[in-house]
Every structure is written in C-alpha cells, then in structure tokens.
C-alpha cells in the first residue's frame, strides 16, 4: 500500500469511453463468478481484485489521489455495463464509490489520512437512521447504533454512519460520521432473495469515539455545503449529496435489463414452444412482440436514467441552483425508469418458460435481482412518483431528502 500525499501530481482521467470499455471487459469473469457470488453472499475476491486492477473504484477518487474525478454519466455509465455480468457487483461498485466521493467531501486532513493513505480504500455508506450521538467531553462525538443495508462491508475498511445528534435537545440534527470498521461488529444478516452477493449486512458499534472533523451535517450536505477546501472548486464535488444518491440508485437496473434481454435472445433459436407448432421461437410472433417490447420499454428507460445523470453534471459544471421541484422530478424519473426496467425484466421471464426457473439458469437469478432493485427505498416506483406529482402539483415535499 502506497501512500499519496496531498502534493501528488494529478493524474489525467481517462475518457468514459475507455472506462466503460474497461468495465465491458470485465463481464465475461463477472458472469462466470454470479453464482458463486449469491452462494458466498459477498463479492469473489477474483471480482474486487479485478476492479481495482482496472481503475473502477477510483470513479470518485479526487485526482491529487490518483483518482478520475470522473462524473455522473459517467459512473452510470460504468457500473450499468458491469450490471450485465453481475446486478451484485455492480451495485457494490457504485455504493463504495459513493462511499469515496461522500469522504472527499470531509475536511482535506480527513481524506489525507483515509484516501491519501490508501487511495484504493473501500467504504461502505448506510443512511438509515440507526445510531444515536453525544457529544463527547473532547472534541467530538460518541457513536452507537445498530445500521443496515451495509453493502459490500465485507471488503470495507471504514464505513459513513447516519445518527441523531443529541436527540433529547430542542434541535436534534442529523449528522454522518466517518469511522473504521475496526471495533463494530459486522451480523450475517443478508439472507435475501436478490442481490445477495452485495452482503449488505447489518452493522453494530457501542460508544465509538468520532472526532469533530469527521463529522458533517446532513442539512449541509443536503444543501451542497462541504468542509473540503481542496476539492471545492471541482464539479464533481459541488453535487447536493441528494442527487449523488438518486443517480446511484440508477445505476444497477440499465445493465441487468440488458443482461436480461440478452439471455432471453440467446435463448430462442432453436427451441420450441411447448405444444405448439412453432419450433424455433426466434420465428414466434409472440416473441417478436415480446423482445420488441422489452427492448423498448429499456430505451425509454435509459431516456430517463441518462438524462438524470446529464442534469445533474449540467449543474455541477455551471454551479447553478436547482429550480424548485427539480429534484422531485429528477426522483420521479428514476423512479419511473425503474418501473420500465423491471417490466421489462418480467416481460422477458414470463416468456422464458418454465426451464428459466432452474437454478442453473441466470435468467431466475437476474430476475430476482431486478426484484429486488426494484424494491429500494431510492428507486421504489410508488414514492418515487408521488414526489414528483406532489411538486407538479405545487405542494411542499414529503422527504426528508427533498
């Protein structure tokens, strides 16, 4: 492990074609480690050695670094492609890369010590309210709390806590904290029915010490209001922690849509529909419909998932506000295009038959893994859309987030 100083020369990031070209690259040993990884319950090693032998996990890393600095399109661009190999995979990638980005964002003294000790440095972010805070007789903060959806914490070495700060206050806040996993315990937990290689586990910790610059308030950080110095003036990190987890939330259905469509084709020449006369489904009608609504229902989903993500880099480049209802309407899309993705992963199972359903097939574990996608807090449909019709019309927000 090299340590990289804060006077480090930048690197010069490749391009989004290269890195997308880097993460296709990776999907045939993706695909060969999917099972194994829903058995183990966690990434392969192969499949983390592999990622940071081509650069994935830097997405976010601030370039004094050696990070790309890369921005939003950009990194779903990257983790969709890894999404046609492996949905768990993908998701791990995006939610540490989130994890490294939300670290940039703390004081640059804080990412000297964690990012410039180890810029390949994985950490985990879990933003349910799990933990209560006092305030510490020092300088800083007492953490405990209970937190999960921990995803890929098997391979972390430090983790972003959510907590109440001083919650029998007149104004108790919402704070999160920075601290290592040395010291908490990790419950084996995540016995799912998708998405079971992210181990999302739960995660405990009692009385831990948080000093005070590794602290920052989620009202700030809401609001676009970092404690970095070194980092403000880049794009990337003039994004509302808001719309960085929308985006996130994008991420891992346009790959496993595609992934889906693409077993589903490889699968029709040659074989019959059960008692019928077709015996080359790829010559079936029914397919043709099946296929072609599938496949559009993906376009119109990436429509939506891409322009989020140019939103969002649009403002981030100029610096410009959000108009009002803005990001009820960035969440409704994504919300939207979850629902388009998942229907097209349904589309495409039903039509499978009933051989999909064997364990040996990637299309039963594909599907429920776009279940469980589908399922999260960020990207459920029913919230999502409820946001963005409240703003349209003309009510205040019902999120916390908004």
Same mark, same amino acid.
């Given at each position: 492990?090299?340590?990289?100083?804060?006077?480090?020369?930048?690197?010069?990031?490749?391009?989004?074609?290269?890195?997308?070209?880097?993460?296709?690259?990776?999907?045939? &040993?993706?695909?060969?480690?999917?099972?194994?990884?829903?058995?183990?319950?966690?990434?392969?090693?192969?499949?983390?050695?592999?990622?940071?032998? @081509?650069?994935? &996990?830097?997405?976010?890393?601030?370039?004094?670094?050696?990070?790309y600095? @890369?921005?939003?399109?950009?990194?779903?661009?990257?983790?969709?492609?890894?999404?046609?190999?492996?949905?768990?995979?993908?998701?791990?990638?995006?939610?540490?890369?989130?994890?490294?980005?939300?670290?940039?964002?703390?004081?640059?003294?804080?990412?000297?010590?964690?990012?410039?000790?180890?810029?390949?440095v994985?950490?985990?972010?879990?933003?349910?309210?799990?933990?209560?805070?006092?305030?510490?007789?020092?300088? $800083?903060?007492?953490?405990? $709390?209970?937190?999960?959806?921990?995803?890929?914490?098997?391979?972390?070495?430090?983790?972003?806590?959510?907590?109440?700060?001083?919650?029998?206050?007149?104004?108790?806040?919402?704070?999160?904290?920075l601290?290592?996993?040395? $010291?908490?315990?990790?419950?084996?937990?995540?016995?799912?029915?998708?998405?079971?290689?992210?181990?999302?586990?739960?995660?405990i910790?009692?009385?831990?010490?948080?000093?005070?610059?590794?602290m920052?308030?989620?009202?700030?950080?809401?609001?676009?209001?970092?404690?970095?110095?070194?980092?403000?003036?880049?794009?990337?990190? /003039?994004?509302?922690?808001?719309?960085?987890?929308?985006? *996130?939330?994008?991420?891992?259905?346009?790959?496993?849509?595609?992934?889906?469509?693409?077993?589903?084709?490889?699968?029709?020449?040659? /074989?019959?529909?059960?008692? *019928?006369?077709?015996?080359?489904?790829s010559?079936?009608?029914?397919?043709?419909?099946?296929?072609?609504?599938?496949?559009?229902?993906?376009?119109?989903?990436?429509?939506l998932?891409?322009e989020?993500?140019?939103?969002?880099?649009?403002?981030?480049?100029?610096?410009?506000?959000?108009?009002?209802?803005?990001?009820?309407?960035?969440?409704?899309?994504?919300?939207?295009?979850?629902?388009?993705?998942?229907?097209?992963?349904?589309?495409?199972?039903?039509?499978?038959?009933?051989?999909?359903?064997?364990?040996?097939?990637?299309?039963?574990?594909i599907? /429920?893994? @776009?279940?469980?996608?589908?399922?999260?807090?960020?990207?459920?449909?029913?919230?999502?859309?409820?946001?963005? $019709? /409240?703003? &349209?019309?003309?009510?205040?927000?019902?999120?916390?987030?908004?």
């Open positions: 492990m090299s340590t990289i100083t804060a006077d480090s020369p930048q690197t010069t990031s490749p391009t989004r074609e290269e890195l997308v070209a880097r993460a296709a690259a990776l999907v045939p &040993l993706l695909k060969q480690n999917a099972e194994p990884c829903e058995n183990e319950g966690r990434l392969p090693k192969e499949n983390v050695d592999a990622l940071v032998d @081509a650069g994935l &996990l830097k997405l976010t890393l601030p370039r004094r670094f050696g990070g600095e @890369a921005d939003t399109h950009t990194k779903v661009a990257v983790y969709s492609e890894l999404g046609k190999g492996c949905s768990s995979t993908a998701w791990v990638s995006g939610l540490w890369s989130d994890g490294t980005l939300f670290t940039s964002l703390f004081p640059d003294e804080v990412q000297d010590e964690i990012l410039g000790a180890d810029p390949d994985r950490i985990t972010v879990s933003f349910p309210l799990g933990g209560t805070v006092a305030i510490s007789d020092g300088d $800083g903060y007492r953490l405990s $709390g209970r937190w999960p959806f921990n995803t890929g914490c098997a391979h972390a070495t430090w983790a972003i806590r959510s907590a109440v700060i001083d919650p029998e206050s007149d104004a108790p806040g919402f704070g999160m904290f601290v290592p996993y040395e $010291g908490m315990t990790i419950l084996d937990d995540w016995q799912t029915s998708g998405l079971c290689g992210t181990g999302s586990n739960t995660v910790g009692e009385d831990i010490y948080v000093p005070a610059e590794r920052i308030h989620f009202g700030d950080a809401k609001e676009g209001r970092f404690k970095t110095v070194r980092n403000a003036d880049s794009p990337l990190y /003039r994004t509302p922690i808001v719309s960085t987890i929308l985006t *996130t939330g994008s991420l891992g259905f346009p790959g496993v849509a595609k992934a889906a469509l693409e077993v589903f084709m490889e699968r029709l020449p040659g /074989r019959p529909i059960t008692y *019928t006369t077709y015996g080359d489904q010559r079936a009608p029914i397919r043709h419909h099946q296929a072609a609504e599938a496949a559009m229902r993906i376009r119109a989903a990436d429509h998932t891409f989020v993500a140019d939103i969002v880099d649009r403002h981030a480049a100029e610096g410009s506000a959000y108009a009002a209802g803005e990001q009820a309407q960035l969440w409704g899309q994504v919300a939207y295009a979850t629902q388009l993705y998942s229907e097209a992963v349904e589309i495409l199972r039903a039509a499978s038959g009933a051989s999909a359903i064997h364990r040996s097939s990637p299309m039963q574990r599907a /429920r893994d @776009a279940a469980a996608l589908k399922v999260h807090a960020i990207m459920s449909p029913t919230s999502g859309l409820e946001f963005y $019709g /409240r703003a &349209l019309c003309g009510l205040e927000p019902n999120s916390p987030l908004l």
